[in-house]
């Protein structure tokens, strides 16, 4: 398997442009998570995804972000509009819950710059 | 809520000499408790999990954690660091079977090793 596929791998943009982040997961996986990197709040999650319906979205910072998941092989994090303070890396993840809680495979990430 | 503490945001270390990284959780029930590396420009890396049974659990790339309850604890060892070791490193706490894979992570600490 190739692994957690996330596109693109950096955006810049200016602000009040609008941002999209796909990301598809391992075949079979059925938990998918957004989280965001940055060097003050370290890794936080956004939101997470279980058989493509939003479980918990309590992470997102607000209404200028949303998540969606289309199906089990596509999932987008879009901020609209974009402000320089949503720079950070945002990393996918996904899971397997058959058996024991088992790790989670991260993509590398989309570094994303708001000018 | 579960919350992940990594009290060292830099740790320098010379080859061969051994590493201990630190990493203390509040969580209500028995927690799962995991250790990640990223590399980078890199998504993350599992590198060891800890769910049930041995304290002591052993990992990829000769690294080792030890689970102490009464301290709320779970540090990272190993006892000779290579210099390919260098890397950010994060300790996280999770909810286990029923609580969706959701991870909290700490907030990293940073390795440099000095050859």
């Known amino acids: 398997d190739a692994g957690v596929i996330q596109s693109p791998r950096h955006e810049v943009t200016e602000m009040g442009q609008e941002v999209t982040l796909r990301c598809k997961p391992i075949?079979?996986?059925?938990?998918l998570f957004w989280y965001r990197q940055t060097m003050m709040r370290g890794l936080e999650l956004l939101i997470y995804?279980?058989?493509?319906?939003?479980?918990?979205d309590s992470g997102m910072p607000e209404d200028r972000f949303s998540a969606k998941m289309p199906n089990a092989s596509f999932s987008t994090l879009k901020i609209q509009p974009s402000e320089p303070r949503d720079s950070a890396v945002y990393f996918c993840?996904?899971?397997?819950?058959?058996?024991?809680?088992?790790?989670?495979?991260f993509g590398s990430g989309t570094q994303l710059s708001v000018l | 809520a579960q919350s992940v503490t990594q009290p060292d945001i830099h740790i320098t270390v010379s080859e061969g000499a051994s590493l201990e990284l630190r990493c203390n959780y509040s969580?209500?029930?028995?927690?799962?408790l995991f250790w990640y590396v990223q590399s980078p420009g890199q998504g993350l890396q599992l590198l060891l999990k800890?769910?049930?049974?041995?304290?002591l659990v052993q990992g990829i790339k000769g690294f080792e954690a030890e689970f102490k309850r009464s301290q709320s604890s779970f540090n990272l060892r190993k006892p000779s660091v290579h210099w390919s070791d260098a890397a950010e490193y994060f300790c996280a706490v999770g909810a286990g079977p029923g609580g969706g894979n959701k991870l909290t992570f700490g907030t990293g600490t940073q390795l440099k090793v000095e050859l």
């Open positions: 075949s079979g996986h059925d938990y």
């Open positions: 995804f279980n058989n493509n319906v939003p479980i918990d």
């Open positions: 993840a996904s899971s397997s819950s058959q058996g024991l809680v088992e790790k989670l495979f």
């Open positions: 800890y769910f049930s049974g041995d304290t």
């Open positions: 969580y209500g029930a028995t927690p799962y």
